[in-house]
């Protein structure tokens, strides 16, 4: 029992950071490359664009919730079990969600480097 | 040529990814610190929760950590996703390697092992293109240039080894 609720914990943390990250890098493919716009019109038209995009105040909710459901697993279950898997599990749902709802080509290339930078995450902080 | 340029990620734009790797490791480190100094923060007690703002380590981790933001929705401004992230989990390595050289602490084999493998990962996605897919700006029409420039990037993004930076096209 005390494993399931440790692993919806886990689960819900990653859904969340998913959802974060995949709104927050469609928000900031549609404010448009900050360099560029830098360039041209300053910074107070990346602040304007960016605070007037409401896929940026989604995000910046989902992340929110993300750290509050974090807070909550780590009381669930042990920080050496569920701060790592969490994290490492992250990796491979962005992988996923980044190939389905941002349409990014996903190669061997990149699978390969989230299959890595997840085994080493887990490696890491286990 | 223009192609090649658009894909390159410049100096600055590696200066960006550096500060997603460097804040949010610094950030977390700074906050852990402080957050051990001030104990645990419960719901029931606010004051608790002032207390630990005002702790220097904690503010100056936040501020850390906000420039982690910054330095992350730049990135995400011009590169893919799933070429940000591994960036972003350099920071672990960053800090098994302060860990081990500045803090003197016992590394362990599985910890290299962890190390290697997420620099390994972080290689791959860096010889490839940091863009692999095109959004469409509105704001294009006073550079009559750029269109003709983003349809061939999408050329080439069709075939990711050609598009690796200092490629063929230049």
């Given amino acids: 029992m005390k494993h399931l609720y440790t692993w919806s914990g886990i689960l819900i943390v990653v859904f969340f950071t998913v959802v974060g990250d995949i ?8 404010v448009g490359d900050m360099h560029e716009l830098w360039r041209r019109s300053g910074l107070w038209t990346i602040v304007g664009r960016v605070l007037s995009n409401a896929n940026f105040y989604l995000g910046v909710t989902a992340m929110a919730v993300a750290f509050f459901s974090l807070l909550f697993a780590l009381s669930w279950g042990d920080v050496s ?3 790592p898997a969490a994290a490492s599990l992250t990796v491979i749902g962005n992988s996923f969600a980044a ?4 349409h990014e080509k996903v190669d061997r290339r990149r699978w390969l480097a989230a299959t890595l930078v997840a085994a080493g995450v887990a490696l890491l902080a286990g | 040529m223009l192609c090649t340029e658009y894909f390159y ?21 700074m906050l852990s610190h402080g957050m051990k100094q001030t104990g645990a923060v419960s719901i029931h007690h606010l004051q608790s929760l002032i207390a630990a703002l005002l702790n220097p380590w904690v503010a100056i981790g936040i501020l850390l950590l906000l420039a982690f933001f910054a330095a992350y929705m730049n990135a ?7 070429y940000v992230l591994p960036a972003t989990s350099l ?10 050289f500045a803090l003197h602490e016992q590394v362990s084999p599985m910890r290299w092992l962890g190390i290697a493998l997420i620099s390994g990962g972080v290689g791959f996605v860096a010889g ?7 959004h469409h700006q509105e704001e294009h029409s006073d550079f009559p240039s750029s269109r003709a420039e983003l349809k061939r990037g999408e050329a080439a993004s069709a075939d990711p080894v050609r598009a690796i930076p200092g490629g063929a096209e230049r």
Avoid: C, H, N
Wanted: glycine letters at 8%.
């Fill in chain 2, 76 to 82: 995400l401004s011009w590169a893919d996703l799933t």
């Fill in chain 2, 91 to 100: 920071g672990y390595v960053l800090l098994a390697l302060i860990a081990r």
């Fill in chain 1, 23 to 30: 709104v927050m890098a469609r928000a900031m493919k549609q």
């Fill in chain 2, 9 to 29: 990620v410049t100096f600055r734009k590696y200066l960006v990814l550096g500060g997603v790797t460097v804040f949010a490791a610094a950030g977390d480190t």
């Fill in chain 2, 128 to 134: 490839g293109p940091a863009l692999t897919k095109q």
């Fill in chain 1, 99 to 102: 190939k389905i709802f941002l």
């Fill in chain 1, 81 to 83: 079990l569920v701060a």
